[in-house]
């Protein structure tokens, strides 16, 4: 703030009488006052700077909801692009199957006229074929009733055979103490030795004869104690060859013995 220049002050001071040296006072007491206000620019200052910040802090806070806003709108366009996207996927989807649905039907139409048709001829051909069938039947019929006597014939004879066999196979089970069991399967038989080993008299050795083919097989694995291979596979195919089971349960005993006793 500038100082306005006063003529009369300093006329006082010019005709003013000198002061002593002991009173007279300093040159910076007769200096004018000025004052510049800086206080109120100080004021002003701090007032504008937190006007200021208060504006950056709306606008920055503007912009950010602003930004939000647009992002907002942004996934909502998004999604609703999707769903749209979706939609017409869905519809076309639908629309392919409506189509396939329809040709399907179509050709199902067709097969069944087809189908209808070849019915017709069936029913014409499996009425002509019953009558062939009905005198192949008759002939048929006398076929088995031949069949059916030669089967009670030979039911017969097997009835005959068995009684020569019953006795037969007493004595191999008395004299080789030997049991026969079933195993659960109708072309198995189990063979069990006892008073085969001197120590043991009770203990048992057995195998399991294998009767499905007309080669008769040992399982290996059936046989307790084990015995040589190469011995089982010999007195196994000299019954094959002789039909001889009197022999092959003396050939098996006999085979129990020599495993035993090598034990």
Known sequence: MATLFEPSFSTSLSTRPPFSSASAPSMADT?????????????RMASFTTRFDIFIAQGRARVLEERNEFRFSVAELHESQRIKKRAIDDFAQKTT??????????????????????????RDARASARNRLRSEIAFTQQQIETKLAAQRD????????????????DFWTDYLC????????????????????ERDWERECGFELN????????????????????????VVERLNHSRDLGGFLKGMR??????IQQA
Request: proline share 3%; no cysteine; charged share 30%.
């Open 31 to 43: 200096l004018p006052n000025i004052n510049f206000g800086f206080e109120d620019l100080r004021s």
């Open 97 to 122: 199957s409506h189509a396939q649905s329809l040709a399907r039907e179509a050709a199902e139409t067709q097969d069944m006229h087809v189908a209808v048709a070849a019915i017709s001829a069936q």
């Open 154 to 169: 030979y039911a017969a004879r097997l009835d005959a055979q068995s009684r020569h066999n019953g006795p037969e196979l």
């Open 178 to 197: 030997l049991r026969i069991e079933g195993v659960g399967q109708v072309d198995r038989l189990r063979f069990v030795f006892t008073h085969v080993d």
């Open 211 to 234: 009767t499905e083919e007309r080669e008769y097989r040992v399982e290996e694995e059936s046989v307790i104690p084990r015995v040589s291979r190469e011995e089982l596979d010999t």
């Open 254 to 259: 006999g085979l129990f013995e020599g495993s």
